[in-house]
């Protein structure tokens, strides 16, 4: 595209959210940095890409809250902001044994993954459609794909947002508006932080984590025009673990 346009990226102030921001910066697309409450580390990634000669701007909002998400996409279309990539990133783990696991964690898990994702996509969805072109990457999760014992939670979300993904790449393709799912592994980030290493390393094929920037960019590569044929597709990024 000539000029391109906005990346929404939801929770966009840390992790892998933060990579996939500056990556797609890099790229040359205008970023929005969602998130809910991180605002301090949002200006930082933000002013990481207006350094680098980047275009960013802070979209704050609960992407579990339709209303409230609602309200701040309007705001962004009514202003002519136009939006081409979103990439549904915010989520948050409860892990926990099923028998024990309380309501509030399962709840909390997957409104932030499937509320997140159709209260996010679903309004920019038509003036997608209009221009004929847009990039949607949810990020979903080996957990989505294999299962990860105490996450069924986090494995229920994510295997629903992998279904989410197929049947609206099925629905889109036709309007140039590509849909794909990215699965990431083990990745170095705050998320991971009481993983017990020692368990869990021997059974990753590459004996490492993954870091952001190698998530950022395969997402990176979905968004661009190289990538046009490629829709409806869970690509893993898990150093052999799926």
């Given at each position: ?53 980047g275009v960013a701007r802070l ?51 997957t409104r932030t993954t499937l ?37 069924a939670n986090y494995s229920a ?86």
């Open positions: 595209m000539s000029t391109k346009p906005y990346a929404l990226i939801t929770g966009g102030s840390r992790g892998i959210g933060a990579a996939i921001v500056l990556a797609l910066a890099a790229d040359g697309f205008p970023v929005l940095i969602n998130y809910r409450s991180s605002h301090d580390r949002a200006q930082e990634v933000a002013a990481q890409v207006s350094a680098a000669g979209c704050p909002f609960d992407v579990r809250d339709a209303q409230a998400s609602g309200t701040a996409l309007q705001a962004e279309l009514d202003r002519g902001t136009h939006i081409g990539v979103i990439v549904n990133n915010a989520g948050v783990l409860q892990d926990g044994p099923f028998p024990s696991m309380q309501a509030d964690a399962w709840e909390s898990v509320d997140g994702f159709f209260n996010v996509t679903q309004p920019l969805v038509m003036p997608m459609v209009r221009k004929r072109w847009g990039r949607i990457v949810n990020i979903a999760s080996v957990s989505g794909v294999i299962g990860v014992r105490g996450q979300a994510k295997a629903g947002l992998i279904g989410a993904t197929r049947s609206l790449a099925q629905e889109l393709a036709k309007r140039k508006v590509t849909v794909n799912a990215v699965a990431p592994g083990l990745i170095d980030t705050e998320m991971i932080e009481n993983v017990e290493m020692d368990h869990v390393m021997p059974r990753i094929p590459a004996r490492r984590l993954g870091r952001p920037e190698e998530v950022a960019a395969l997402v990176r590569f979905l968004v661009s025009e190289d990538a046009a044929y490629i829709t409806g597709q869970v690509i893993g990024i898990n150093g052999g673990l799926a």
